[in-house]
């Protein structure tokens, strides 16, 4: 497989995991959040990535949750599992239920926690990513696993010419290190990074990328038309779009992927709620924002980037941009 074997591109979202309020898997808010990406008119969704809790879940959860996300989306736009786990075993057991479930492919971190050397690394990659014939997607999650493939020379490229391998999401900090990445292996596998604003549209234009997996979809509404004006070779639209985008969600994380009031995934998902969207609750060990001056802060920067009536209005018009 590669690149062409997939027409994996544009925004889309790493999906939060719902939870009730008292910790429970919340299915039916799971369902509701495919619909609601899929009105907002994405190109994907990442399911049971780091936004999705995975750390959290047990497996038999973590099926489960594939299985909604698989059936909720129908076939409207591709779903790939993440299926990072502490050994080869164990993740290669997740790809097998993904496909089973009908996923469209499967996205693996190194083994958190493991420190994998770059031999190790590439040997954890050739077990997981052929235990089903699935298109598999690298991830590349420094802050999550302490590992950043990007700084191991010519890692990126083995690991593109694995048979299954047809995507990288290069979530490092170093943007450089990113277009590094782009450069080396953007005409073999799609690369998803960090393109939403002005410097990653001339990367995209100039050097190539596919696309955005961030967490939670909030900002979809910029985010989906810049990648269409992407697409259309309109650069003027796209600036504009991107500049919305970055004046939304540059308020709210930083350059190395912490949230800028609390834990990522709590704030996305204490935004997620201030817009009425069910992200549901946070698990142990994360908490939820409950400090009403943060939350004031949330709804300030929800206020002024028009980031809730550019939703409705993305939703009232059916998507039509």
Same mark, same amino acid.
């Given at each position: 497989?590669?690149?062409?074997?997939?027409?994996?591109?544009?925004?889309? $979202?790493?999906?939060?995991?719902?939870?009730?309020?008292?910790?429970?898997?919340?299915?039916?808010?799971?369902?509701?959040?495919? %619909?609601?990406?899929?009105?907002?008119?994405?190109?994907?969704?990442?399911?049971?990535? +780091?936004?999705?809790?995975?750390?959290?879940?047990?497996? /038999? /959860?973590?099926?489960?949750?594939?299985?909604?996300?698989?059936?909720?989306?129908?076939?409207?736009?591709? &779903? &790939?599992?993440?299926?990072?786990?502490?050994?080869?075993?164990?993740?290669?057991?997740?790809?097998?239920?993904?496909? +089973?479930?009908?996923?469209?492919?499967?996205?693996?971190?190194?083994?958190?926690?493991?420190?994998?050397?770059?031999?190790?690394?590439?040997?954890?990659?050739?077990?997981?990513?052929?235990?089903?014939?699935?298109?598999?997607?690298?991830?590349?999650?420094?802050?999550?696993?302490?590992?950043?493939?990007?700084? +191991?020379?010519? =890692?990126?490229?083995? =690991?593109?010419? !694995?048979?299954?391998?047809?995507?990288?999401?290069?979530?490092?900090? #170093?943007?450089?290190?990113?277009?590094?990445?782009?450069?080396?292996?953007?005409?073999?596998?799609?690369?998803?990074?960090?393109?939403?604003?002005?410097?990653? !549209?001339?990367?995209?234009?100039?050097?190539?990328?596919?696309?955005?997996?961030?967490?939670?979809?909030?900002?979809?509404?910029?985010?989906?038309?810049?990648?269409?004006? &992407?697409?259309?070779? %309109?650069?003027?639209?796209?600036?504009?779009?991107? %500049?919305?985008?970055?004046?939304? +969600?540059?308020?709210?994380?930083?350059? %190395?992927?912490?949230?800028?009031?609390?834990? $990522?995934?709590?704030?996305?998902?204490?935004?997620?709620?201030?817009?009425?969207?069910?992200?549901?609750?946070?698990?142990?060990?994360?908490?939820?924002?409950?400090?009403?001056?943060?939350?004031?802060?949330?709804?300030?920067?929800?206020?002024?980037?028009?980031?809730?009536?550019?939703?409705?209005?993305?939703?009232?018009?059916? #998507?039509?941009?």
């Amino acid at each position: 497989m590669n690149r062409d074997d997939v027409s994996w591109s544009g925004y889309w $979202p790493a999906a939060p995991t719902p939870f009730t309020a008292s910790g429970e898997l919340d299915t039916e808010a799971l369902a509701a959040l495919m %619909d609601l990406y899929a009105g907002m008119g994405v190109s994907g969704v990442l399911v049971n990535g +780091s936004t999705g809790e995975w750390f959290s879940q047990t497996s /038999e /959860e973590r099926r489960t949750v594939a299985e909604v996300a698989v059936e909720a989306v129908a076939g409207r736009f591709p &779903v &790939v599992i993440g299926i990072s786990a502490y050994t080869a075993r164990q993740s290669s057991a997740l790809a097998v239920h993904a496909a +089973s479930a009908g996923a469209d492919g499967v996205l693996a971190t190194p083994p958190p926690y493991v420190h994998t050397s770059p031999d190790e690394t590439m040997q954890f990659f050739t077990t997981v990513s052929t235990a089903t014939s699935l298109p598999f997607m690298v991830y590349n999650w420094p802050r999550g696993v302490s590992v950043d493939m990007g700084t +191991s020379p010519g =890692l990126f490229s083995r =690991l593109a010419d !694995l048979d299954n391998v047809v995507a990288i999401k290069d979530s490092t900090g #170093n943007w450089l290190s990113m277009l590094d990445t782009v450069e080396a292996v953007a005409g073999r596998v799609r690369v998803f990074g960090s393109f939403l604003h002005r410097r990653g !549209l001339a990367a995209l234009l100039g050097l190539g990328g596919d696309g955005n997996i961030d967490g939670g979809g909030v900002g979809a509404p910029f985010a989906v038309p810049f990648y269409r004006a &992407v697409a259309a070779g %309109d650069a003027e639209s796209a600036r504009a779009w991107a %500049d919305r985008y970055r004046a939304f +969600s540059g308020r709210l994380i930083n350059g %190395d992927y912490s949230g800028v009031f609390a834990s $990522p995934i709590p704030q996305l998902k204490a935004v997620m709620n201030l817009l009425g969207q069910p992200g549901g609750a946070v698990r142990e060990p994360l908490l939820p924002v409950t400090d009403a001056s943060t939350l004031a802060a949330l709804r300030n920067i929800i206020d002024e980037s028009g980031i809730a009536e550019a939703s409705a209005r993305t939703l009232g018009a059916g #998507n039509a941009y």
